[in-house]
């Protein structure tokens, strides 16, 4: 079966930086557009970073430019997201998607993560 794994969360401090894996199974990565999401309770999810099929062209969200980095290993079929500067507020549960479409505007993808927890606390 087709799956997304992610893994990496944790408890971390302000400034602190994490990394984020995403293993797939079931699937060639290659074959995909990757990206990832997160969602803080109350809130909707939202859009944090997306990469293409080759890896040579990233987008980011505004909140997160700058100090997070997306990336991925077609060859160990997984994806990445590097965060560095970590601020309260990119306290969410992360999740990991994948889809062979990409659309600016509104992407919603075919396939999901069960999500990792990142908590910023002192």
């Known amino acids: 079966q087709a799956q997304l794994a992610e893994s990496g969360g944790g408890s971390v401090k302000p400034g602190d930086s994490l990394r984020l894996s995403c293993a797939a199974s079931g699937l060639t990565l290659s074959n995909y557009v990757a990206g990832w999401f997160r969602q803080a309770p109350g809130t909707e999810r939202e859009f944090v970073a997306v990469i293409n099929r080759s890896g040579g062209m990233t987008s980011y969200a505004d909140s997160v430019k700058g100090r997070f980095t997306i990336s991925r290993d077609n060859a160990k079929n997984a994806v990445y997201l590097k965060m560095n500067s970590l601020k309260p507020e990119d306290s969410a549960v992360y999740y990991c998607?994948?889809?062979?479409?990409?659309?600016?505007?509104?992407?919603?993808?075919?396939?999901w993560g069960q999500g990792t927890q990142v908590t910023l606390s002192s």
């Open positions: 998607a994948a889809d062979k479409v990409y659309r600016t505007y509104n992407w919603y993808p075919n396939y």
